[in-house]
């Protein structure tokens, strides 16, 4: 069995064509917002309904609780202002 030797080369080839890289680079996918860190008391009932939500969805609870915050600090801001 022989095997051939396969020249990559820039430019078009057939009707395939070489396109710039457009993907963000990894940092850029990992974007963090700026977070504090708070003591907050919540009742069982919501905690259970958070944890079972996200673990549905294979997401840590506390994103989907800050998400929530966010979300409703952003409306009201809106609301406002």
Not at 17 to 32: K, M
């Amino acid at each position: 069995m022989s095997r051939k030797t396969v020249k990559y080369t820039t430019g078009e080839i057939g009707r395939a064509r070489v396109i710039e890289d457009f993907l963000p680079s990894p940092d850029e996918l990992v974007a963090r917002d700026d977070t504090v860190k708070v003591t907050l008391q919540l009742s069982r009932r919501s905690l259970d309904f958070f944890k079972r939500a996200a673990k549905a969805r294979r997401v840590p609870y506390q994103r989907m609780i800050r998400a929530l915050v966010d979300q409703y600090a952003e409306k009201q801001g809106k609301a406002k202002g």
